[in-house]
């Protein structure tokens, strides 16, 4: 790992990197956030934006998300199987062309889930998230239930198998996994492999993308306000990272 420092501004022009293979999050990088995480939308101007970007860029561009790939094919419709995809923090794969590979999900995230849609019932406010490798408490339509939504996950993650994973309003419990695991195996091949890895990300899960990127001669553009990180670059916002990578094929 990279000690942390503040980024520097935004990134040379996409054009002057190249060759590149970009790792892209999802959640408030591509798409900004909503109190409900069901309720994003991918709209057409995204649409083309990485179907143009994939093509300039020869099948280099993936996504890595804490969403399940289920849940980005959900969202991206017939765009996901055109993209390398990268779900459940890294855990579940799914190259150019390829089939899904991932490891069996934790026998204890079924109970897991139920405790957690129990507790949500008796805290108005908070919403449950489902995925194949882990469930997620989100509170940002009730943050005055932070502390206590952070000490139930906790105890639950003590008693059982599974990972405590934080982010931007929300308590996630996940497998093993790591977003840094993804870039480190996808660029071992083709067409990742030969080209310079940048991360993109918004979150304190994107740290690992961050710092496997610098470790393979790459970088990482954090998005949002300036804080402590591994990544070189910043980027104000989702439309600034979308203004950015436009510029790749303009």
């Given amino acids: 790992m990279f000690p942390p420092a503040i980024a520097g501004g935004p990134p040379p022009r ?4 190249e060759p590149v293979s970009l790792f892209i999050d999802f959640d408030g990088t591509l798409v900004d956030l909503v109190d409900n995480p069901g309720e994003i939308r991918v709209d057409g101007a995204l649409h083309h934006l990485l179907t143009e970007l994939n093509a300039t860029l020869s099948g280099r561009v993936a996504l890595v998300s ?15 199987a055109m993209l ?9 794969l799914r190259r150019l062309g390829g ?5 069996e999900r934790p026998s204890s995230l079924d109970a897991v889930e139920r405790d957690l849609a129990g507790f949500a019932a008796a805290n108005p406010g908070l919403h449950v998230e489902l995925k194949s490798h882990g469930a997620a408490l989100h509170y940002r339509a009730a943050p005055q239930h932070e502390a206590a939504v952070y000490t139930f996950c906790r105890d639950l993650a003590r008693a059982t198998d599974l990972v405590l994973q934080t982010g931007k309003m929300m308590v996630e419990l996940r497998g093993p996994g790591d977003k840094g695991d993804a870039v480190r195996a996808l660029m071992r091949d083709p067409p990742m492999a030969g080209a310079r890895p940048l991360f993109i990300g918004d979150d304190l899960t ?13 970088a990482g553009v954090l998005v949002g306000a300036p804080r402590a990180t591994a990544a070189l670059y910043r980027l104000e916002n989702v439309e600034a ?9 303009a």
């Fill in 66 to 80: 804490g969403r399940s790939v289920a849940q980005l094919d959900a969202f991206l419709g017939p765009l996901g």
């Fill in 206 to 218: 994107d740290e690992g993308g961050f710092s496997a990127a610098r470790a393979l001669g790459g």
């Fill in 84 to 92: 390398t995809l990268a779900g459940s923090h890294g855990v579940e």
């Fill in 241 to 249: 990272v979308r203004a950015w990578l436009a510029t790749a094929i």
């Fill in 14 to 17: 996409l054009g002057d990197l």
């Fill in 99 to 103: 089939k899904l590979t991932a490891p």
